[in-house]
C-alpha cells in the first residue's frame, strides 16, 4: 500500500502517476493525486473526471517505465 507521506508529495508536486491495476496497460489510471482516505485514493484524469482507486495498487510516476504488477 502506497504511504501517506508519498501520496501528498505526488500531490504537492502536481506528478502526473500512473496507477497500475492489473496486467493490461490498457486498464490504468493516469493522473494526478486529489485526496485519499485509508483505503481509497481520488485521481483526476486529464478530462478532468475523478477516479476512486485502491490505494494497494501500483502508484508510480507516469514517466517512468511501467512496471509489471504480478511481479
Given at each position: 500500500?502506497?504511504?501517506?507521506?508519498?501520496?501528498?508529495?505526488?500531490?504537492?508536486?502536481?506528478?502526473?502517476?500512473r496507477?497500475?491495476?492489473?496486467?493490461?496497460?490498457?486498464n490504468?489510471?493516469?493522473?494526478i493525486v486529489v485526496?485519499?482516505d485509508?483505503?481509497?485514493?481520488?485521481?483526476?484524469?486529464q478530462?478532468r473526471?475523478?477516479?476512486?482507486?485502491?490505494?494497494?495498487y501500483?502508484?508510480?510516476?507516469?514517466?517512468e517505465?511501467?512496471?509489471n504488477?504480478?511481479?
Amino acid at each position: 500500500m502506497i504511504s501517506e507521506e508519498q501520496l501528498d508529495a505526488y500531490r504537492q508536486a502536481g506528478t502526473k502517476i500512473r496507477v497500475v491495476r492489473d496486467i493490461l496497460e490498457r486498464n490504468d489510471v493516469i493522473g494526478i493525486v486529489v485526496a485519499w482516505d485509508d483505503e481509497h485514493a481520488l485521481i483526476r484524469r486529464q478530462n478532468r473526471r475523478v477516479v476512486q482507486v485502491k490505494r494497494t495498487y501500483l502508484f508510480q510516476p507516469f514517466d517512468e517505465e511501467r512496471q509489471n504488477p504480478i511481479i
